[in-house]
């Protein structure tokens, strides 16, 4: 989220916590005397910043600039708010009475409508909703903290996709039926059996496969979703109509024997953020740090959510919080813990959450709703982490595979990069010998609804024209003809060894989990004789079974029992002919020169 300003200066501490501390929220607020934003100083107040756009160097520092601002600075204000919302990927958050020139905080009654109504017409002209947060008042008067967020068309709404991980009997599955469907949980289950997909989760109560739940948010921030009163399904087309905002829940296994469909959730759906599930009567236990460490270690931020607290003793609860916010602060994972306890804690924590060292904690209960209000607040001000430009080649990822009566093959997965429009047509491959065959795209759906076209960081389904669903498999991709796609056997990464019992050499086979890529790969030769926990090398590696479509820069996780590695591609190496006329072409040219022999 990026954000002007948002914090409560009246609360900052003067003294540095202590290490056992959690730290509170207002640590991220500025010094009354402090005219620097604590970003990094080209965020401010307003939208001002100390260095002016233009040769005459406007002043925008000060809190009265939205009051009757010249036509100059009325045009520097639009510009720095255009900026803003475009590095929050469509909306940021804006404080209305602070300034950065050092001056008193608040604004009184009459300056406090002039500025809204600046604001207003500010938000007029980038075609922008503004929903008020909080007000609060300071020593001059009062101040207000706005959401502004870019208004999308009907047919379209701004995604962002939460991975949520944790141990087993954490309360993952029991959290999203609660979130999605509005109903609170009984206590024994009954929330998360909306949610499974399979007669065995139902019967077990786990989860083996991964899950997708939305929850939409209106302009004024509202959430959206009405289960049907009848079957208590969701309706998601009607979800996304309403919606200005869809939080995509991907909902992860807890269970070590599903640790393969975890880490396939992780990499191949891309997440945005990843909220960790801790039982606070459990504490800390079985698959918790793998799943931590693996958001980590594929740099996605990630927020706590700590459940259970109706059951839970207070002692058991504080000593479940010490060993989390001891285990946040340890050289591996080096987060700041932030108890999130009020909506102050909410806005503060959303907006410095992008910058990945502040990890908000939550504490509620699914059975009496405790906190969830400030969960749900804290979801709406989540925004993408990434941009996406449409003018570049098109890229999707497939993730899943369906034969649909009445419609044939269907593939889901994540738009990579490029705009991909109804009836285009892309290469889908590699196959099996790496070629890529041309496929058209004759019908568009984004959460269940029908769309002409789909955009770079969007997920969807598309319906494929003469094509069996057994000739597609996760990891295969459909791109734009201009890329002139080539699939590869070999490839050199940056491997860094998270765990390994004892030595890895020449010839050790792993499963690599790279994108929607799952496939075992040998290790032929690396720049070490042989690699132990925590060691770094690079290492060339060949995939066993058949060639994929890979790019450099490109995070891969390499695993084998409880054998762990993470990476990154630096080298494709031995591309492939992929054209199919070529392939046809060198097979004529082998029968003639057997034949003249």
Known sequence: MASLTATEPALCPAAIPTAESIVPACMFAPDRGCADDPSGGEAFEDGEGTNGESADHLDLSSKLVLVSPTGEQYDSLLRRLREQIDEGCGETIYVVGMGSDGGDYGLDEKDMEA??????????????????????????????????????????????????????????????????????????????????????????GRTSSVGNDILGFDQEGQVVNKPDSHGGGLDWTKICEKSSKVITFIDLAGHEKYLKTTVFGMTGHLPDFCMLMVGSNAGIVGMTKEHLGLALALNVPVFVVVTKIDMCPANILQETLKLLQRLLKSPGCRKIPVLVQNKDDVIVTASNFSSERMCPIFQISNVTGENMDLLKMFLNLLSSRTNFSNDEPAEFQIDDTYSVPGVGTVVS??????????????????????TFIPITVKSIHRKRMPVREVRGGQTASFALKKIKRSSIRKGMVMVSPKLMPQATWEFEAEI??????????????????????????????????????????????????????????QKLVFREGRTKAVGTITKVLQLMVTSVAQCICHTFLFFIFFSVH
Request: proline share 3%; aromatic share 4%.
């Open 115 to 204: 500025s809204i109504a600046t604001v207003r017409s500010l938000c007029e002209q980038i075609e922008a909703d503004l929903i008020l947060l909080r007000e609060r008042t300071d020593t001059s008067g009062k101040i207000q903290d706005y959401l502004i967020r870019r208004r999308v068309g009907e047919q379209d709404f701004l995604e962002v996709r939460v991975a949520v991980v944790g141990n087993v009997d954490a309360g993952k599955s029991t959290l999203l039926g609660v979130l999605t469907h509005g109903e609170l949980d009984n206590g024994r289950g009954f929330a998360r059996q909306k949610l499974f997909r399979h007669k065995h989760e139902m019967e077990s």
């Open 496 to 553: 860094l060894v998270l765990h390994h019992p004892t030595t890895i050499s020449p010839r050790y086979q792993a499963m690599v989990h790279c994108g929607s890529i799952r496939q075992t790969a040998t290790i032929l030769t690396m720049n070490k004789d042989c690699l132990r926990t925590g060691d770094k090398a690079s290492v060339h590696f060949r995939f066993i079974k058949t060639p994929e479509y890979l790019h450099c820069d």
């Open 413 to 434: 997965g994540t738009t990579l990069r490029g705009m991909i429009r109804l009836n285009d047509t892309l290469l889908l491959g590699p196959d099996p010998l790496g």
